[in-house]
């Protein structure tokens, strides 16, 4: 089996999940990624909002991966302030997409992200140009 379809439920992804289309991307982004096995989705507002069991999850995982919408880094400061560790961070905006708010986006925004993810991690996602 190759590197990048392999199963790595040790991985926690979160996403800022905002109202806007960059917070959206990185919510299905992370949706994505899960899908692919690169990792598994959890829930970012309970870590942040600093829930014993949520911020113990958070802190057993091998690896956690934040995906940020844009510059305000709501998820990362979120997890800082929790007292738990960011091991990848990623930003939207940061890749040359444009916030606003609004929803109109399509899965070549999805799978960049999704990509640059998984660059981090050492494994691109197998499916990151073919979106979904
Ligand atoms: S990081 Fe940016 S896009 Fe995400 S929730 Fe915060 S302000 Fe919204």
Do not use: W
Not at 6 to 19: E, P, R, V, Y
Not at 105 to 131: E, M
């Amino acid at each position: 089996m190759a590197d990048c379809c392999a199963s790595n439920d040790n991985i926690l992804l979160f996403s800022c999940s905002g109202g806007s289309n960059v917070a959206q991307i990185a919510n299905d982004a992370a949706k994505a990624l899960d899908q692919l096995g690169q990792g598994r989705m959890y829930c970012a507002v309970g870590v942040a909002s600093r829930l014993p069991s949520f911020i113990e999850t958070a802190n057993a995982a091998g690896k956690r991966v934040a995906i940020d919408g844009c510059e305000v880094h709501c998820l990362k400061k979120g997890f800082e302030a929790a007292g738990v560790p960011v091991d990848v961070h990623v930003v939207v905006t940061d890749l040359g997409i444009a916030k606003g708010h609004h929803f109109n986006y399509g899965p070549d925004d999805v799978a960049l992200v999704a990509g640059a993810v998984g660059d981090k991690l050492g494994a691109r996602p197998c499916c990151s140009g073919g979106g979904q």
